[in-house]
């Protein structure tokens, strides 16, 4: 198959209850109204969704695994940045 | 010689519910054939999933059949144990898949004729009739809106997916008339508002498909005659094959359930 002819898309669903699209798997198609009937073929068809996006995977500009250490390492150390450390007045209720 | 076939008496109501219900399941089990072998894992699923919703529609359809004719028949002795002849469904559905672009041609003329008629159904003075073409038609106008921006594809595609989808619409033309052949049985089941008369059809359907195939870049042929048998039982030697196929096992274990 083609990368010419059939390029790859990413496929992202919302579901029935949930507020933002999530990401779900990538397919092959021709161009964009069939990669939208391939992603309602093969990621809806168990009921999984009411909106479908579809996103050329050339699109995506990615985080270089390589990097993951300087990105991401330095916010392992930092736990006050959770919102752990406060006490909640019991009037307040649920937050 | 005892026999596995039913023998029912076939009222008017009964003879339309099976023209409906025998395109559903040979044209759902040709396309089941599909199955593993399409050209790319995404159509391979969607074709299973419009051979699944016709099967689906073709459950529905003999379940009303077994409750029309009444004397305790199911659901699956109209699937499996009337003969060839018994057969109700039109040609078109029968041929064979041919290659991928004979697959989407029969499918765009088929789904192009049924989205219209389910969309007359729903109106049956036939209350079961219209409640299952409410669902059937959902699922119709997506079964044309895939087939028909293949066509567009493979028309306007290359050379080759030009020429072969050019060549199935040739080839599959002359099976279209049977779509709009208002015998004594549809005619009088319009009258009496239960079923959409399918010769007044026909105008919309040429409508449908002429977007279609302009964008297609395909050329309407010009069928000499049209060919036709299907409805009243005289199928293709197609059928004989898709019934053995279809048919083994409750004809081999006659009553077996899962």
């Excluded at chain 1, 909106?51 to 006050?80: H, N, Q, R, T």
């Excluded at chain 2, 290659?99 to 389910?118: E, G, H, K, P």
């Excluded at chain 2, 119709?140 to 050379?159: C, F, M, N, P, Q």
Aim: aromatic content about 8%; proline content about 4%.
């Amino acid at each position: 198959m083609s990368e010419k002819h059939l390029p790859l898309w990413e496929v992202f669903i919302r579901s029935r209850s949930g507020l933002a699209h999530k990401h779900c798997g990538s397919l092959h198609a021709a161009d964009a109204e069939m990669a939208l009937q391939a992603a309602r073929d093969v990621y809806t068809r168990r009921g999984e969704g009411n909106s479908i996006w579809v996103v050329p995977s050339s699109a995506i500009v990615a985080s270089d695994p390589a990097d993951k250490d300087e990105l991401f390492e330095p916010a392992l150390s930092k736990i006050y940045r959770h919102p752990t450390f406060y006490d909640v007045p019991d009037e307040v209720g649920h937050m | 010689m005892a026999t596995t076939s039913i023998s029912f008496a076939e009222s008017s109501l009964l003879n339309l519910v099976l023209r409906r219900a025998d395109d559903a399941l040979i044209l759902g089990h040709r396309l089941s054939e599909w199955c593993g072998h399409a050209p790319m894992v995404e159509e391979d699923i969607a074709l299973a999933n419009i051979a699944l919703d016709l099967v689906g529609q073709a459950r529905s359809l003999y379940g009303y059949a077994a409750l029309v004719e009444g004397s305790g028949l199911t659901e699956d002795h109209f699937a499996y144990r009337r003969e060839q002849h018994q057969y109700r469904n039109c040609l078109l559905v029968e041929q064979p898949n041919g290659d991928f672009a004979a697959t989407i041609v029969r499918q765009v003329l088929f789904s192009a004729f049924m989205d219209l008629y389910w969309r007359e159904m729903m109106t049956s003075r036939d209350k079961a009739l219209a409640a299952m073409a409410g669902k059937a038609e959902k699922e119709t106008a997506y079964h044309l809106r895939h087939s028909g921006e293949w066509l567009i594809r493979l028309g306007d595609g290359t050379d080759d997916s030009h020429e072969r989808a050019q060549t199935a619409l040739d080839e599959l033309w002359v099976y279209t008339g049977e779509l709009f052949e208002a015998d004594d049985i549809e005619r009088g089941l319009a009258q009496s508002g239960v079923a959409p008369d399918v010769l007044s059809l026909e105008g919309s359907w040429n409508q449908r498909l002429a977007p279609i195939l302009r964008e297609a870049r395909l050329e309407i042929p010009q069928a000499p005659f049209m060919q036709s048998g299907g409805r009243s039982g005289r199928h293709s030697e197609h059928v004989g094959y898709i019934l053995a196929d279809l048919q083994y096992l409750q004809r081999t274990h006659p009553e077996a359930v899962w």
